[in-house]
């Protein structure tokens, strides 16, 4: 069975897209530490981070970095995380999260509550 962010690639399942190309795609977290907290997927399904090869990680680093860039000139934080956790989904991908201190990359803490308008919005702001 394809991994979420599969059927969120494949429109099955509904996103606020932020960017993609033929290779990464990349939406806003569902439920985010930050207003810009963003997912950024490779389109191929692969498990684990460091099992993509060497040219795909390098690729998708370089597509994660425009999107930090927008991320730090669009929302007011200090720097943007970049936090590889892989647990939780069984689909490689980053976390950008927008930060000021540590703390505000505290996945333990509580979660934002946005409303699809706050979404949207945040989105368009990162295309």
Same mark, same amino acid.
């Given at each position: !069975?394809?991994? *979420?962010?599969?059927?969120?690639?494949? #429109?099955?399942? &509904?996103?606020?897209?932020? =960017?993609?190309?033929?290779?990464?795609?990349?939406?806003?977290?569902?439920?985010? /530490?930050?207003? #810009? %907290?963003? /997912? $950024?997927? &490779?389109?191929?399904e692969v498990d684990?981070?460091?099992?993509?090869?060497?040219?795909?990680?390098?690729?998708?680093?370089?597509? =994660?970095?425009?999107?930090?860039?927008? *991320?730090?000139?669009?929302?007011?934080? $200090?720097k943007v995380a970049? $936090?590889?956790? #892989?647990?939780?989904? =069984?689909?490689? %991908?980053? %976390?950008? *999260? &927008? !930060?000021?201190?540590e703390k505000d990359?505290?996945? #333990?803490?509580?979660?934002?509550?946005?409303? &699809?308008?706050?979404? $949207?919005?945040?989105?368009?702001?990162?295309?």
């Amino acid at each position: !069975m394809a991994s *979420i962010f599969s059927r969120i690639i494949a #429109g099955e399942i &509904p996103c606020y897209k932020v =960017a993609e190309n033929d290779k990464f795609f990349a939406f806003l977290d569902i439920a985010p /530490l930050a207003k #810009g %907290h963003t /997912l $950024v997927v &490779p389109k191929r399904e692969v498990d684990y981070f460091y099992d993509l090869n060497d040219d795909e990680l390098a690729e998708m680093i370089v597509f =994660a970095k425009q999107i930090a860039k927008k *991320i730090k000139a669009t929302t007011e934080c $200090v720097k943007v995380a970049t $936090v590889v956790l #892989g647990l939780e989904v =069984a689909h490689a %991908h980053i %976390h950008l *999260i &927008p !930060m000021n201190t540590e703390k505000d990359v505290d996945f #333990g803490r509580e979660k934002l509550k946005l409303t &699809p308008e706050e979404f $949207v919005e945040i989105a368009n702001s990162l295309q």
